[in-house]
């Protein structure tokens, strides 16, 4: 049975940083791109930033590139998302999802259940 879940979301100050996991089981990493989106209250799900299956290629939004990082660690099945220099319109849940094939596209199929991020001012 396929599955993410994410973790490491919480209450963080202005300027703060955060690290989200989406640990994966029923599938390998190295089978399928992953990408990190968000979802605010009263907005579309955005996506945020998305890595290879190899790692070899990543994207970003352009609101969090020069902040956020995607990273993967294929021995524990794990991607992460550095989150630095947080703000308050960074706040809302935050989801992975497996992509379709090896490379970055449009598509995902499986999803995890989100992770609440609030950024305090």
Known sequence: QVQLVESGGGLVQLGGSLRLSCAASGFTLDEYAIGWFRQA?????????????????????????DRFTISKDNAKNTVYLQM?????????????ASGVIEECTDEYDFWGQGTQVTVSS
């Not at 799900?45 to 070899?56: A, F, H, N």
């Not at 630095?84 to 992975?96: F, G, I, M, Q, R």
Request: proline residues 5%; glycine residues 6%; aromatic residues 8%.
């Open 41 to 65: 209250p009263g907005k579309e799900r955005e996506v945020l930033s998305c890595i290879s299956s190899r790692g070899d290629k990543t994207t970003y939004e352009d609101s969090v590139k």
């Open 84 to 96: 630095n220099s947080l703000k308050p319109e960074d706040t809302a849940v935050y989801y992975c």
